[in-house]
């Protein structure tokens, strides 16, 4: 009777964007007659951070400061259509809407900037809140003054919208295959976990887990830390500690308290090492691609695989509760050789399972 | 100053430690009714009788809705999508979970509104229930839905595919073939605020709907659908949520209490209890998948074989979405020439499954990574080298024939081994995403490489 | 029954096995303490009464007849923010903000209590109970350890970070 270390990884992919897009999200921008700007996006926070990524975004595209950027995502009387955020969508598709609307901006701007200066908008850039004419900075004009100049001596309200929408794939029902591609981007992550494995109770402890994502550019490496070590100790969860039912597919003992459920805790965190890795997307704004959803995919193999290593047993009920664990270190169960064939987990096969060899599911055409 | 790049502040953040964010429930608007709702106690059953006149007359009560009330009673969220609606927004006929809405009612108080509830009179007639996904489709299954027991608008297939390669000829071919089962489980969204919702009725006619939802504009469409209402009747506030997770994206509240507002002509609120939040609304779904992987003794994986069902519980919602885009992953961050992949959708008498972060993915991922290292056991290869060898490259074409522009499996699997000090093989640590060619370009490879389509713009 | 909350004294009209949290949220719109799950399991309710962290939706107000309640409101004012609050801001220990007001709470608490640096393992025990589903926990500990040590910045300067470059490590990318 010991606990035993092991050490199990995996590698994962996901996609941006909903599956098939044709998801679109709208933005509109106005400037103040002082050049503070207004942005009215539908993106909803649920906490994932995009007020601050897109304002972030924005102030950028146009070249003003962070804090000249409000950010109104209140409504949808002020705001135009956003899917939703769901589907990793929000920074990138989000973004876009947003980045898109301020480029138009960006435009009116420098025309009206061009005027006052009399200098061709292609040669004039915007940079800290002021328009700058290129090579020769001295000529400039502040954001602020040239919308002033729009509403009060140009009568226009310096504004720009944008749609962000990557047309609906059609899918092949026949074979699966598609003609476009059917997301925005493709994320990758690795996870290393480190378990210890107490094989006299079963309980399987995270000690470390080493996780690597590429986010593309990470617009706000904070949210993206956010990201990856919420969806680490979610993953955890997952691998180890959560279920609705206990019991599945029995529908017994489901709990209805907060307390009876087995939600990752403070005494649950492990400790946490994050590498951001940046290959740009080429279509997401500033080349970011997305990391929300996925940043709870790798730790259950991570950790499924670390078990393993640990005492030679799969668990491959999710989640590896202890009961399950001392279950598998018992039956210390072997494949079955059958010729090439090396066949795991038949106890759990439809064909074992089912009244009729799983007939219904397994004599499917070809 | 460059924003993008920086660890600016949270724009959000100061309301957030102040405790000066308002969420749904902080909505403060004057003479608000409470609501409550009458949920079934079986998991599968005909409702025989539904009479809520004892309950509307109840002191403090003000309305009290049931499916007769509802313009559109069955709305499909994902309609738009080619998803026929399938589940009632109050139960009519048969209710077919425990917890499945039947009527709601609005009242003075929170315990005004569960006296209602306990006082509506409602007779059932218990059906057999289904709970295992696997003998959905036996001859013996109780039939609990009415499209039958797996979704079947796949086009005009009861399942979604892939056909990609020649699986065949990768069975026949291979050295060793792994199989194994992986069953990842349902789980709670589990966010702390619970699912939220006050109505308001407006002077003018219109709603104003505080809402928890993830997604303004689609729970916008889905009332107005139900209401049959344009869209300009309607103004969602939110965009400030307490963790959603992929629950909130099923506008559980916002319909219901926009039918008591109209009836009552009063602001209605609707705060789900925890239990409520955990015993009836929907969960991550419960998946069952079976791969056999047709591998070489030298580590190529030359096909894949899948059967995945999905737990959808007792309506479709978001599954068969979920279910395809697991099918569009279900390679995982590999390149494999030849699959067949086969998905079902199954109904089962449980709550309605519906998003969770990494839907449809994150099961995939489980049963595939898993696997990986079964497989690269019984070639007696690392199971970093495997995973580095069948890398997606830049030129790959993925399971569903996209060809891939900028994949990172190497780099990040690269990155993980050198951070926790794995010592790799030179020719492996050398390896990028670059396109393949030499060894890592084995003839049944180069048969779908589609490096022009690259170059000339492709996909 | 009398109530002192954030400093201002109440009579309560509310019966007296009505939950403090709602005694708080629905009588006094004192809106911070949530009402996550109102078992007893989340933490989101917490409020300090007399100075001591109690989930306020398993207190009767009766119970605390006459206490001094603190609640996040009263902690600091967003000019004027309080070490724990200055924190949790800098290193974003709030994503969606629900379970930050009870978080805050309790890790004041624990830092009056312990009237110096506090370790990760005091932060873990005293915090243990209190569940967020978004951060996964890491800058929750990071912050209190931080406030705890009077290492936060001047929050007036927060807003202006320095960037250009990102500061995240950038490993090589393919071509
Ligand atoms: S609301 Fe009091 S502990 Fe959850
Ligand atoms: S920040 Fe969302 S629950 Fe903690």
């Given at each position: 009777?010991?606990?035993?270390?092991?050490?199990?990884?995996?590698?994962?992919?996901?996609?941006?964007?909903?599956?098939?897009?044709?998801?679109?999200?709208?933005?509109?921008?106005?400037?103040?007659?002082?050049?503070?700007?207004?942005?009215?996006?539908g993106t909803v926070d649920i906490g994932q951070g995009s007020k601050t990524v897109h304002t972030q975004i924005v102030a950028d595209t146009l070249g003003v400061p962070y804090d000249w950027v409000t950010m109104d995502n209140t409504n949808t009387d002020s705001s135009a259509v956003c899917t939703g955020t769901f589907a990793s969508r929000g920074t990138f598709i989000g973004g876009n809407a947003v980045r898109l609307a301020a480029e138009r901006v960006r435009e009116r701007i420098?025309?009206?900037?061009?005027?006052?200066?009399?200098?061709?908008?292609?040669?004039?850039?915007?940079?800290?809140?002021?328009?700058?004419?290129?090579?020769?900075?001295?000529?400039?004009?502040?954001?602020?003054?040239?919308?002033?100049?729009?509403?009060?001596?140009?009568?226009?309200?310096?504004?720009?919208?944008?749609?962000?929408?990557?047309?609906?794939?059609?899918?092949?029902?026949?074979?699966?295959?598609?003609?476009?591609?059917?997301?925005?981007?493709?994320?990758?992550?690795?996870?290393?976990?480190?378990?210890?494995?107490?094989?006299?109770?079963?309980?399987?402890?995270?000690?470390?887990?080493?996780?690597?994502?590429?986010?593309?550019?990470?617009?706000?490496?904070?949210?993206?830390?956010?990201?990856?070590?919420?969806?680490?100790?979610?993953?955890?969860?997952?691998?180890?500690?959560?279920n609705s039912y206990p019991y599945y597919p029995s529908v017994d003992h489901r709990g209805g308290e907060f307390g009876a459920y087995l939600g990752p805790a403070f005494a649950d965190l492990p400790e946490l090492d994050n590498v951001i890795i940046e290959n740009p997307s080429a279509d997401g704004p500033f080349g970011a691609k997305a990391i929300g959803e996925m940043a709870n995919n790798a730790q259950p193999p991570a950790i499924a695989n670390a078990i393993h290593d640990a005492?030679?047993?799969?668990?491959?009920?999710?989640?590896?509760?202890?009961?399950?664990?001392?279950?598998?270190?018992?039956?210390?169960?072997?494949?079955?050789?059958?010729?090439?064939?090396?066949?795991?987990?038949?106890?759990?096969?439809?064909?074992?399972?089912s009244s009729n060899g799983g007939e219904g599911y397994w004599g499917v055409e070809p | 100053m460059k924003a993008v790049g920086a660890r600016l502040p949270r724009y959000d953040g100061v309301g957030h430690v102040t405790g000066r964010t308002r969420f749904v429930d902080d909505v403060r608007v004057g003479k608000t009714l409470w609501v409550k709702a009458l949920r079934s106690p079986h998991h599968h059953a005909a409702i025989t009788r539904l009479d809520v006149s004892k309950a509307?007359?109840?002191?403090?009560?003000?309305?009290?809705?049931?499916?007769?009330?509802?313009?559109?009673?069955?709305?499909?969220?994902?309609?738009?999508?080619?998803?026929?609606?399938?589940?009632?927004?109050?139960?009519?006929?048969?209710?077919?979970?425990?917890?499945?809405?039947?009527?709601?009612?609005?009242?003075?108080?929170?315990?005004?509104?569960?006296?209602?509830?306990?006082?509506?009179?409602?007779?059932?007639?218990?059906?057999?229930?289904?709970?295992?996904?696997?003998?959905?489709?036996?001859?013996?299954?109780?039939?609990?839905?009415?499209?039958?027991?797996?979704?079947?608008?796949?086009?005009?297939?009861?399942?979604?595919?892939?056909?990609?390669?020649?699986?065949?000829?990768?069975?026949?071919?291979?050295?060793?073939?792994?199989?194994?089962?992986?069953?990842?489980?349902?789980?709670?969204?589990?966010?702390?605020?619970?699912?939220?919702?006050?109505?308001?009725?407006?002077?003018?006619?219109?709603?104003?709907?505080?809402?928890?939802?993830?997604?303004?504009?689609?729970?916008?469409?889905?009332?107005?659908?139900?209401?049959?209402?344009?869209?300009?009747?309607?103004?969602?506030?939110?965009?400030?949520?307490?963790?959603?997770?992929?629950?909130?994206?099923?506008?559980?509240?916002?319909?219901?209490?926009?039918?008591?507002?109209?009836?009552?002509?009063?602001?209605?609120?609707?705060?789900?209890?925890?239990?409520?939040?955990?015993?009836?609304?929907?969960?991550?779904?419960?998946?069952?998948?079976?791969?056999?992987?047709?591998?070489?003794?030298?580590?190529?994986?030359?096909?894949?074989?899948?059967?995945?069902?999905?737990?959808?519980?007792?309506?479709?919602?978001?599954?068969?979405?979920?279910?395809?885009?697991?099918?569009?992953?279900?390679?995982?961050?590999?390149?494999?020439?030849?699959?067949?992949?086969?998905?079902?959708?199954?109904?089962?008498?449980?709550?309605?499954?519906?998003?969770?972060?990494?839907?449809?993915?994150?099961?995939?991922?489980?049963?595939?990574?898993?696997?990986?290292?079964?497989?690269?056991?019984?070639?007696?290869?690392?199971?970093?080298?495997?995973?580095?060898?069948?890398?997606?490259?830049?030129?790959?074409?993925?399971?569903?024939?996209?060809?891939?522009?900028?994949?990172?499996?190497?780099?990040?699997?690269?990155?993980?081994?050198?951070?926790?000090?794995?010592?790799?093989?030179?020719?492996?640590?050398?390896?990028?995403?670059?396109?393949?060619?030499?060894?890592?370009?084995?003839?049944?490879?180069?048969?779908?490489?589609?490096?022009?389509?690259?170059?000339?713009?492709?996909? | 029954?009398?109530?002192?909350?954030?400093?201002?004294?109440?009579?309560?009209?509310?019966?007296?096995?009505?939950?403090?949290?709602?005694?708080?949220?629905?009588?006094?719109?004192?809106?911070?303490?949530?009402?996550?799950?109102?078992?007893?399991?989340?933490?989101?309710?917490?409020?300090?009464?007399?100075?001591?962290?109690?989930?306020?939706?398993?207190?009767?107000?009766?119970?605390?007849?006459?206490?001094?309640?603190?609640?996040?409101?009263?902690?600091?004012?967003?000019?004027?923010?309080?070490?724990?609050?200055?924190?949790?801001?800098?290193?974003?220990?709030?994503?969606?903000?629900?379970?930050?007001?009870?978080?805050?709470?309790?890790?004041?608490?624990?830092?009056?209590?312990?009237?110096?640096?506090?370790?990760?393992?005091?932060?873990?025990?005293?915090?243990?109970?209190?569940?967020?589903?978004?951060?996964?926990?890491?800058?929750?500990?990071?912050?209190?350890?931080?406030?705890?040590?009077?290492?936060?910045?001047?929050?007036?300067?927060?807003?202006?970070?320095?960037?250009?470059?990102?500061?995240?490590?950038?490993?090589?990318?393919?071509?």
């Amino acid at each position: 009777m010991a606990k035993h270390r092991g050490r199990g990884f995996a590698t994962i992919e996901y996609p941006t964007g909903m599956n098939q897009n044709g998801d679109p999200s709208q933005a509109w921008i106005k400037l103040k007659p002082d050049g503070r700007v207004d942005v009215f996006s539908g993106t909803v926070d649920i906490g994932q951070g995009s007020k601050t990524v897109h304002t972030q975004i924005v102030a950028d595209t146009l070249g003003v400061p962070y804090d000249w950027v409000t950010m109104d995502n209140t409504n949808t009387d002020s705001s135009a259509v956003c899917t939703g955020t769901f589907a990793s969508r929000g920074t990138f598709i989000g973004g876009n809407a947003v980045r898109l609307a301020a480029e138009r901006v960006r435009e009116r701007i420098l025309d009206i900037a061009s005027k006052e200066l009399e200098i061709d908008p292609s040669d004039l850039e915007i940079a800290d809140g002021e328009v700058l004419a290129k090579g020769s900075p001295q000529k400039k004009i502040g954001v602020a003054d040239v919308a002033g100049a729009a509403t009060y001596n140009y009568g226009e309200l310096i504004s720009g919208s944008s749609t962000a929408l990557k047309p609906f794939a059609d899918v092949d029902d026949a074979t699966g295959q598609v003609e476009i591609e059917p997301h925005s981007a493709i994320s990758y992550a690795a996870c290393v976990a480190d378990v210890e494995v107490d094989d006299e109770t079963g309980e399987v402890t995270v000690l470390k887990m080493v996780q690597v994502y590429d986010v593309g550019r990470a617009i706000n490496p904070l949210l993206v830390e956010g990201q990856i070590e919420g969806g680490a100790i979610m993953g955890l969860g997952l691998g180890l500690l959560e279920n609705s039912y206990p019991y599945y597919p029995s529908v017994d003992h489901r709990g209805g308290e907060f307390g009876a459920y087995l939600g990752p805790a403070f005494a649950d965190l492990p400790e946490l090492d994050n590498v951001i890795i940046e290959n740009p997307s080429a279509d997401g704004p500033f080349g970011a691609k997305a990391i929300g959803e996925m940043a709870n995919n790798a730790q259950p193999p991570a950790i499924a695989n670390a078990i393993h290593d640990a005492v030679g047993v799969w668990v491959t009920e999710m989640p590896a509760t202890p009961d399950r664990v001392l279950a598998a270190l018992k039956a210390k169960a072997e494949p079955r050789r059958d010729g090439k064939r090396v066949i795991f987990d038949e106890q759990l096969s439809v064909r074992t399972v089912s009244s009729n060899g799983g007939e219904g599911y397994w004599g499917v055409e070809p | 100053m460059k924003a993008v790049g920086a660890r600016l502040p949270r724009y959000d953040g100061v309301g957030h430690v102040t405790g000066r964010t308002r969420f749904v429930d902080d909505v403060r608007v004057g003479k608000t009714l409470w609501v409550k709702a009458l949920r079934s106690p079986h998991h599968h059953a005909a409702i025989t009788r539904l009479d809520v006149s004892k309950a509307a007359a109840m002191p403090g009560v003000h309305a009290i809705v049931t499916h007769e009330d509802i313009p559109r009673n069955v709305y499909g969220h994902l309609e738009a999508l080619g998803v026929p609606g399938d589940e009632p927004l109050l139960a009519a006929e048969d209710v077919r979970y425990l917890g499945q809405p039947i009527a709601a009612v609005a009242a003075e108080s929170e315990a005004a509104a569960q006296a209602a509830v306990e006082a509506i009179e409602v007779s059932y007639e218990e059906k057999p229930a289904l709970f295992d996904i696997r003998k959905a489709l036996d001859p013996d299954a109780p039939q609990i839905h009415h499209w039958g027991n797996v979704y079947p608008h796949y086009g005009s297939y009861n399942h979604r595919r892939v056909r990609k390669g020649n699986i065949d000829w990768a069975f026949e071919k291979a050295d060793v073939i792994v199989e194994g089962v992986y069953r990842p489980q349902a789980i709670e969204q589990l966010p702390l605020e619970t699912q939220v919702c006050t109505v308001v009725p407006e002077p003018d006619g219109r709603l104003t709907v505080y809402s928890c939802t993830q997604a303004m504009y689609f729970s916008m469409g889905v009332v107005a659908a139900h209401l049959q209402w344009p869209l300009n009747r309607l103004k969602f506030v939110g965009g400030t949520v307490g963790g959603g997770f992929g629950g909130k994206v099923d506008t559980a509240t916002d319909t219901i209490c926009c039918l008591l507002a109209l009836k009552a002509r009063r602001p209605v609120k609707w705060r789900w209890t925890r239990e409520e939040e955990m015993l009836c609304s929907s969960t991550r779904a419960p998946w069952h998948i079976e791969l056999a992987d047709a591998v070489t003794s030298d580590g190529w994986i030359l096909g894949r074989r899948t059967l995945t069902i999905h737990d959808a519980g007792a309506y479709a919602r978001f599954s068969p979405y979920g279910l395809t885009k697991h099918a569009f992953h279900h390679s995982g961050a590999y390149t494999i020439p030849n699959l067949r992949f086969d998905g079902f959708v199954a109904f089962t008498n449980r709550v309605p499954t519906t998003a969770m972060r990494g839907f449809g993915v994150t099961s995939v991922s489980f049963a595939v990574e898993t696997h990986l290292n079964r497989v690269a056991e019984a070639i007696g290869m690392d199971p970093w080298e495997l995973r580095l060898k069948n890398a997606n490259r830049v030129g790959d074409t993925t399971g569903n024939g996209v060809t891939l522009k900028d994949p990172s499996t190497v780099p990040v699997t690269l990155a993980a081994a050198e951070r926790v000090g794995i010592e790799l093989p030179a020719e492996y640590r050398a390896m990028t995403s670059d396109p393949r060619g030499g060894d890592l370009l084995p003839e049944h490879l180069a048969a779908q490489q589609n490096l022009s389509e690259l170059n000339g713009g492709g996909h | 029954m009398r109530l002192t909350v954030n400093g201002i004294e109440s009579e309560i009209s509310s019966p007296p096995l009505t939950p403090l949290l709602h005694v708080l949220r629905d009588e006094l719109d004192v809106t911070s303490p949530k009402a996550g799950c109102q078992q007893g399991g989340c933490g989101t309710c917490t409020v300090l009464v007399d100075g001591e962290p109690r989930r306020s939706c398993l207190t009767p107000v009766a119970a605390v007849d006459g206490a001094s309640i603190t609640t996040l409101e009263g902690v600091g004012e967003p000019e004027r923010l309080s070490p724990v609050q200055a924190a949790f801001y800098e290193k974003y220990a709030a994503q969606c903000g629900f379970c930050t007001p009870g978080m805050i709470m309790a890790a004041t608490a624990l830092i009056d209590r312990k009237g110096g640096p506090v370790e990760r393992d005091e932060v873990l025990e005293a915090l243990g109970g209190h569940y967020c589903r978004c951060t996964g926990y890491v800058k929750i500990v990071d912050a209190v350890m931080a406030a705890s040590r009077g290492e936060v910045g001047d929050v007036q300067d927060l807003p202006v970070s320095e960037a250009g470059e990102p500061s995240v490590e950038v490993h090589g990318s393919p071509a």
